[in-house]
């Protein structure tokens, strides 16, 4: 703007000059020229109004005229032309109003050459009726579920956290008129469903199978390979560590607890890892027969640091081993094989007259409900012949104490073996 200002000025002055110029040659003539005698009857009032007639001198009308049509081209071409100019320079020294205008019109237009339109491309047919397909397997794994059979009542529901990972697991057979073996478990997965499907999958078939063996070894007169005292008990423990190696060797991601009871014979065995848990009520009584397998027992801290791992206890009072796992014994979790075992605790008992039932469950209604409610929500449903009646009591009470972990009830009849 500054340079067409100048130009305007030297025009001005230009004009000035030939103006000037023009004044003296014009003066230069009067003077030189001789003196000019008015005729007499001219009067010297009308001198004055020829005086104000007198036209301007020529020069001094080309003068003028060159510079208003000067300023009249200068500013045509101000208007196409000095606004992408001052843009340039205001852009090129970081200032100007007329920059900051027109830059956001230039970043709009460079984005709209870098961002291609969106492409819509239509799905197929077939990609349609595969992901329908798959979503209906989900929603079938993640359902709710009831289940009443022979002896035994089981209901689960799906935490608020993730995807359903519990499971369950139940074989009955007999073995003779007065023989009968029942396996029942309830497992609880973490890091996926990878793991708990393979233990609800493997391990009840692997405890009956190992039971039978020792029953054929016993009926044959030989003893046990495993050289314990207690036939069954060895036939569970190699079931449960060998459901851990093939679950290993097959690379499966996260892990499992369980909780199971084995019938024979007049027997029950229960066995765990990790945080499932049994409860037998006698009389109305509640009595846990597992002990939860966590960091914050001191003997299973003790074996971890013994074992050169370490625990943990967070801002919310929940003990982890290497900062990772609530549990301390469980199926999989390979990464911490060292320190997570799968050795199970099992417990043998004579069942007598006084059992009446069993609740195995997993830690999404432990956490919230005492051993004792549960079991006064099982007598008060089957008081009322109501058999499934308590599983919605004892979820309801445990998502009102705030659980929002999956909840797995199974209750066993235990009346029907004592009879």
């Not at 970043?107 to 077939?126: C, D, F, H, N, T």
Request: aromatic share 6%.
């Amino acid at each position: 703007m500054l340079l067409y200002t100048v130009q305007f000025l030297c025009s001005v002055v230009a004009a000035f000059a030939r103006l000037a110029r023009a004044l003296r040659k014009a003066m230069a003539s009067v003077l030189c020229s001789p003196p000019v005698s008015l005729p007499a009857t001219t009067s010297p009032a009308s001198s004055a109004p020829l005086s104000m007639r007198r036209k301007a001198h020529p020069a001094l009308s080309v003068a003028v005229g060159d510079a208003l049509r000067e300023r009249d081209q200068r500013e045509a071409r101000e208007q196409l032309l000095i606004a992408p100019a001052v843009d340039a320079f205001a852009a090129c020294n970081g200032g100007g109003g007329a920059a900051q205008q027109v830059e956001p019109a230039k970043k709009a237009a460079r984005g709209a050459r870098k961002r291609p339109s969106m492409l819509v491309i239509p799905v197929a047919p077939e990609a349609v009726e595969v992901a329908a397909g798959w979503g209906t397997v989900v929603a079938e794994k993640e359902a709710e579920v009831e289940v009443e059979g022979e002896g035994f009542w089981l209901a689960s529901r799906r935490g608020a956290r993730h995807a359903m990972e519990d499971a369950y697991g139940v074989i009955a057979q007999k073995l003779g008129a007065d023989s009968q073996l029942a396996f029942y478990g309830v497992y609880d997965g973490h890091g996926g469903r990878a793991a708990v499907d393979f233990v609800s999958d493997h391990l009840g078939k692997n405890v009956v199978a190992a039971v039978l063996a020792t029953t054929t070894e016993e009926a044959q007169g030989t003893e046990p390979s495993s050289g314990s005292t207690d036939a069954v008990t060895a036939a569970i423990r190699a079931a449960y560590l060998a459901t851990d190696s093939e679950l290993v060797k097959q690379g499966l991601r996260g892990g499992s607890c369980a909780a199971t009871a084995l019938v024979k014979d007049g027997d029950i065995y229960v066995a765990n890892l990790g945080d499932c848990r049994a409860v037998m009520c006698r009389g109305g009584v509640a009595t846990a027969v597992t002990s939860d397998h966590t960091a914050a027992r001191e003997d299973e801290r003790s074996r971890i640091e013994n074992s050169g791992g370490y625990v943990s206890c967070g801002s919310n009072g929940v003990w982890r081993v290497q900062d990772c796992l609530a549990v301390s014994r469980a199926f999989g979790d390979a990464d911490l094989k060292r320190w997570v075992i799968p050795e199970p605790e099992i417990r043998r008992l004579p069942l007598t007259a006084g059992c009446e039932f069993l609740v195995l469950a997993s830690d999404g209604l432990w956490n919230k409900v005492s051993n004792q409610e549960a079991v006064d929500a099982v007598s008060r449903s089957r008081a009322g012949r109501d058999s499934t009646g308590c599983f919605k009591e004892l979820v309801d009470m445990a998502r009102c104490r705030g659980s929002r972990d999956d909840i797995t009830v199974m209750v066993v009849d235990l009346k029907r073996f004592t009879i």
